[in-house]
């Protein structure tokens, strides 16, 4: 009998630990999924700063993740002339990736990713 409760109450904690442990695991998917989605706005927002207006399709995206530097090749469809335009630009975040920003305009993404800051 002695052997039986003990047996309950290792089960019971052990639940009670794998429980714990799904939830933490699931918060911290949570918080990694909405810090991916505001760095990818504040991203969105930098393209979009010297456009105002204009319809923005990523058509190619290349990233150089040690420096925060991402290349993009993008088409921007002015809705009020109907023009559309396409440029490679290089979008750059600080060090911490708080901040993004507008780079350079390329005449070709290879030329792009030729400018990444290798250290």
Not at 55 to 76: K, P
Not at 77 to 103: A, E, F
Request: with cysteine; charged share 20%; net charge positive.
């Amino acid at each position: 009998m002695v052997k039986q409760t003990i047996r309950i109450i290792v089960r019971t904690t052990l639940i009670l630990f794998a429980l714990l442990a799904s939830l933490a695991v699931l918060n911290l998917l949570a918080f990694c999924a909405a810090l991916h989605l505001n760095t990818e706005g504040k991203i969105k927002a930098a393209l979009r700063s010297r456009h105002p207006g204009a319809q923005l399709s990523i058509r190619a995206r290349t990233e150089w993740g040690y420096d925060n530097q991402i290349c993009f090749d993008v088409e921007l469809l002015h809705p009020r002339s109907g023009q559309t335009q396409r440029k490679i630009v290089m979008v750059n975040g600080d060090s911490d990736g708080g901040t993004w920003r507008y780079g350079r305009e390329f005449a070709s993404m290879a030329e792009c990713e030729k400018s990444f800051n290798r250290g």
